[in-house]
Protein backbone atom coordinates (compact mmCIF):
# COMPACT_ATOMS: atom_id res chain seq x y z
CA UNK A 1 0.00 0.00 0.00
CA UNK A 2 1.14 3.93 -0.23
CA UNK A 3 3.63 4.56 2.68
CA UNK A 4 5.85 8.00 3.01
CA UNK A 5 8.81 7.81 4.89
CA UNK A 6 10.48 10.69 6.55
CA UNK A 7 13.60 11.42 8.50
CA UNK A 8 13.66 10.82 12.44
CA UNK A 9 13.69 13.69 14.37
CA UNK A 10 14.06 15.91 16.14
CA UNK A 11 16.30 18.25 14.54
CA UNK A 12 17.83 20.92 16.18
CA UNK A 13 19.39 24.04 14.38
CA UNK A 14 20.46 27.89 15.07
CA UNK A 15 18.76 30.58 13.53
CA UNK A 16 19.68 31.45 10.29
CA UNK A 17 20.55 27.91 9.72
CA UNK A 18 19.65 25.82 6.23
CA UNK A 19 16.89 22.99 6.47
CA UNK A 20 16.17 19.67 4.91
CA UNK A 21 14.08 17.46 6.05
CA UNK A 22 13.76 14.21 3.83
CA UNK A 23 10.72 12.79 2.76
CA UNK A 24 10.18 9.87 0.44
CA UNK A 25 6.91 7.87 -0.54
CA UNK A 26 5.63 4.60 -2.34
CA UNK A 27 2.42 4.82 -4.46
CA UNK A 28 1.01 3.49 -7.51
CA UNK A 29 0.41 6.26 -10.36
CA UNK A 30 0.57 10.18 -9.14
CA UNK A 31 -0.38 10.50 -5.97
CA UNK A 32 -0.58 14.70 -4.39
CA UNK A 33 2.30 15.43 -2.03
CA UNK A 34 1.96 17.00 0.68
CA UNK A 35 3.99 18.91 4.01
CA UNK A 36 1.51 19.75 6.82
CA UNK A 37 3.21 21.77 10.08
CA UNK A 38 1.91 21.51 13.46
CA UNK A 39 2.61 24.25 15.88
CA UNK A 40 2.63 23.63 19.64
CA UNK A 41 -1.07 23.51 21.47
CA UNK A 42 -2.42 24.29 17.57
CA UNK A 43 -3.86 21.62 14.84
CA UNK A 44 -2.10 20.73 11.40
CA UNK A 45 -1.98 23.27 8.78
CA UNK A 46 -1.43 22.68 5.24
CA UNK A 47 2.49 24.68 4.61
CA UNK A 48 2.82 23.44 0.99
CA UNK A 49 1.39 20.85 -1.78
CA UNK A 50 2.44 19.87 -4.96
CA UNK A 51 0.46 18.08 -7.51
CA UNK A 52 2.33 16.42 -10.01
CA UNK A 53 6.19 15.47 -11.04
CA UNK A 54 8.58 18.61 -10.86
CA UNK A 55 6.06 20.84 -9.62
CA UNK A 56 7.47 22.80 -6.65
CA UNK A 57 5.63 24.39 -3.17
CA UNK A 58 6.17 26.84 -1.77
CA UNK A 59 5.70 28.87 1.72
CA UNK A 60 6.68 30.68 4.13
CA UNK A 61 10.43 30.35 2.74
CA UNK A 62 9.56 26.76 2.60
CA UNK A 63 9.88 24.85 -0.42
CA UNK A 64 9.46 21.09 -1.79
CA UNK A 65 9.90 19.92 -5.55
CA UNK A 66 7.91 16.72 -6.31
CA UNK A 67 10.25 14.17 -7.70
CA UNK A 68 8.98 11.27 -9.69
CA UNK A 69 12.30 9.76 -10.57
CA UNK A 70 13.42 9.30 -6.92
CA UNK A 71 10.01 9.69 -4.98
CA UNK A 72 11.15 12.19 -2.91
CA UNK A 73 9.50 15.47 -1.85
CA UNK A 74 12.40 16.90 0.47
CA UNK A 75 11.42 20.40 2.61
CA UNK A 76 13.72 22.84 2.30
CA UNK A 77 14.38 26.23 3.96
CA UNK A 78 16.97 28.62 3.21
CA UNK A 79 17.24 30.20 6.57
CA UNK A 80 15.83 29.13 9.60
CA UNK A 81 13.64 31.39 12.38
CA UNK A 82 12.92 30.94 16.05
CA UNK A 83 9.73 30.69 14.85
CA UNK A 84 9.86 27.79 12.51
CA UNK A 85 9.90 25.47 15.83
CA UNK A 86 7.43 22.77 15.27
CA UNK A 87 6.56 19.23 13.75
CA UNK A 88 6.69 18.48 10.62
CA UNK A 89 4.18 15.85 8.37
CA UNK A 90 5.05 14.67 4.84
CA UNK A 91 2.07 12.87 3.74
CA UNK A 92 0.15 12.11 0.23
CA UNK A 93 -3.29 11.57 -1.41
CA UNK A 94 -4.42 9.69 -4.19
CA UNK A 95 -6.17 12.52 -5.27
CA UNK A 96 -5.64 16.55 -4.82
CA UNK A 97 -6.02 16.07 -1.01
CA UNK A 98 -10.03 15.10 -1.00
CA UNK A 99 -9.32 11.72 -0.11
CA UNK A 100 -7.39 10.90 3.03
CA UNK A 101 -3.93 11.62 3.56
CA UNK A 102 -0.77 8.95 4.02
CA UNK A 103 1.31 10.41 6.83
CA UNK A 104 4.71 10.25 7.65
CA UNK A 105 5.97 10.40 11.55
CA UNK A 106 6.76 13.35 11.44
CA UNK A 107 9.60 15.49 12.71
CA UNK A 108 10.31 18.05 15.49
CA UNK A 109 12.35 20.89 14.27
CA UNK A 110 13.32 23.40 17.49
CA UNK A 111 15.25 25.84 16.48
CA UNK A 112 17.58 28.05 18.89
CA UNK A 113 18.04 31.35 18.62
CA UNK B 1 -8.30 29.59 6.70
CA UNK B 2 -11.04 27.56 7.49
CA UNK B 3 -10.73 26.22 10.93
CA UNK B 4 -11.75 23.15 12.62
CA UNK B 5 -11.85 22.97 16.39
CA UNK B 6 -11.64 19.64 18.15
CA UNK B 7 -12.88 19.36 22.05
CA UNK B 8 -10.83 18.18 24.35
CA UNK B 9 -7.63 19.04 24.22
CA UNK B 10 -6.34 16.16 26.99
CA UNK B 11 -8.87 14.47 28.83
CA UNK B 12 -7.90 11.84 31.02
CA UNK B 13 -10.75 8.78 32.30
CA UNK B 14 -11.15 5.73 34.28
CA UNK B 15 -10.53 2.57 32.03
CA UNK B 16 -13.80 1.03 31.81
CA UNK B 17 -15.33 4.53 30.81
CA UNK B 18 -16.32 6.35 27.41
CA UNK B 19 -14.61 9.60 26.40
CA UNK B 20 -16.08 11.70 23.77
CA UNK B 21 -14.05 13.86 21.05
CA UNK B 22 -15.74 16.93 19.05
CA UNK B 23 -15.03 18.06 15.80
CA UNK B 24 -16.12 20.78 14.15
CA UNK B 25 -15.88 22.57 11.30
CA UNK B 26 -16.66 26.15 12.36
CA UNK B 27 -16.76 28.09 8.99
CA UNK B 28 -17.22 26.07 6.21
CA UNK B 29 -19.37 22.32 5.92
CA UNK B 30 -18.08 19.51 5.66
CA UNK B 31 -19.34 16.35 4.33
CA UNK B 32 -16.44 14.39 4.92
CA UNK B 33 -14.43 14.20 8.23
CA UNK B 34 -11.58 12.04 8.96
CA UNK B 35 -10.20 10.39 12.18
CA UNK B 36 -6.77 9.42 12.78
CA UNK B 37 -4.69 8.18 15.84
CA UNK B 38 -1.12 8.60 16.38
CA UNK B 39 0.93 6.63 18.44
CA UNK B 40 4.13 8.11 19.51
CA UNK B 41 6.84 8.48 16.80
CA UNK B 42 4.02 7.04 14.65
CA UNK B 43 2.62 8.10 11.69
CA UNK B 44 -0.82 9.30 12.42
CA UNK B 45 -3.03 6.31 11.21
CA UNK B 46 -6.49 6.82 9.52
CA UNK B 47 -9.09 5.01 11.86
CA UNK B 48 -12.55 6.06 9.66
CA UNK B 49 -14.25 8.20 7.01
CA UNK B 50 -16.97 9.64 8.41
CA UNK B 51 -20.08 11.01 6.04
CA UNK B 52 -22.58 13.02 7.14
CA UNK B 53 -25.76 11.29 6.82
CA UNK B 54 -24.51 7.90 7.14
CA UNK B 55 -22.33 5.31 8.46
CA UNK B 56 -18.57 5.89 8.99
CA UNK B 57 -16.32 3.71 7.49
CA UNK B 58 -13.74 2.34 9.43
CA UNK B 59 -10.26 1.22 8.14
CA UNK B 60 -8.92 -2.37 8.97
CA UNK B 61 -8.73 -3.05 12.45
CA UNK B 62 -10.27 -0.86 13.81
CA UNK B 63 -13.35 -2.12 16.07
CA UNK B 64 -16.50 -0.06 15.52
CA UNK B 65 -18.30 -0.95 18.46
CA UNK B 66 -15.14 0.50 20.56
CA UNK B 67 -14.97 3.64 18.25
CA UNK B 68 -18.62 5.14 17.32
CA UNK B 69 -18.28 7.66 14.72
CA UNK B 70 -21.39 10.14 14.73
CA UNK B 71 -21.52 12.63 11.92
CA UNK B 72 -24.78 13.58 12.38
CA UNK B 73 -24.69 17.50 10.89
CA UNK B 74 -22.68 19.17 8.46
CA UNK B 75 -20.44 20.62 10.68
CA UNK B 76 -19.87 18.08 13.54
CA UNK B 77 -18.74 14.38 13.90
CA UNK B 78 -18.00 13.16 17.47
CA UNK B 79 -15.76 9.82 17.91
CA UNK B 80 -16.40 8.23 21.09
CA UNK B 81 -14.00 5.91 22.79
CA UNK B 82 -16.13 3.00 24.54
CA UNK B 83 -15.44 1.29 27.59
CA UNK B 84 -11.86 2.62 27.49
CA UNK B 85 -9.03 0.57 28.62
CA UNK B 86 -4.75 1.82 28.56
CA UNK B 87 -3.91 0.91 25.12
CA UNK B 88 -6.50 3.12 24.11
CA UNK B 89 -4.32 6.12 25.63
CA UNK B 90 -2.98 7.67 22.45
CA UNK B 91 -3.42 11.17 20.34
CA UNK B 92 -6.38 11.50 18.32
CA UNK B 93 -6.52 14.06 15.61
CA UNK B 94 -9.85 15.12 13.01
CA UNK B 95 -9.70 16.53 9.90
CA UNK B 96 -12.51 18.03 7.79
CA UNK B 97 -12.57 18.06 4.33
CA UNK B 98 -13.10 21.95 3.05
CA UNK B 99 -13.46 22.35 -0.82
CA UNK B 100 -9.88 22.91 -1.50
CA UNK B 101 -8.22 21.08 0.99
CA UNK B 102 -8.35 18.91 4.09
CA UNK B 103 -8.40 20.97 7.49
CA UNK B 104 -7.07 19.40 10.63
CA UNK B 105 -8.60 20.27 14.40
CA UNK B 106 -5.63 20.33 17.31
CA UNK B 107 -5.47 16.57 18.28
CA UNK B 108 -7.02 15.06 21.80
CA UNK B 109 -4.77 13.55 24.01
CA UNK B 110 -6.83 10.68 25.67
CA UNK B 111 -5.02 8.90 28.69
CA UNK B 112 -6.73 5.93 30.10
CA UNK B 113 -5.66 4.77 33.67
Known amino acids: GDSVTQMEGPVTLSEEAFLTINCTYT??????LFWYVQYPGEGLQLLLK?????DKGSNKGFEATYRKETTSFHLEKGSVQVSDSAVYFC????????????FGKGTRLSVIA | GAVVSQHPSRVICKSGTSVKIECRSLDFQATTMFWYRQFPKQSLMLMATSNEGSKATYEQGVEKDKFLINHASLTLSTLTVTSAHPEDSSFYICSALGPAEAFFGQGTRLTVV
Open chain 1, 27 to 32: ATGYPS
Open chain 1, 91 to 102: ALSRNSGNTPLV
Open chain 1, 50 to 54: ATKAD
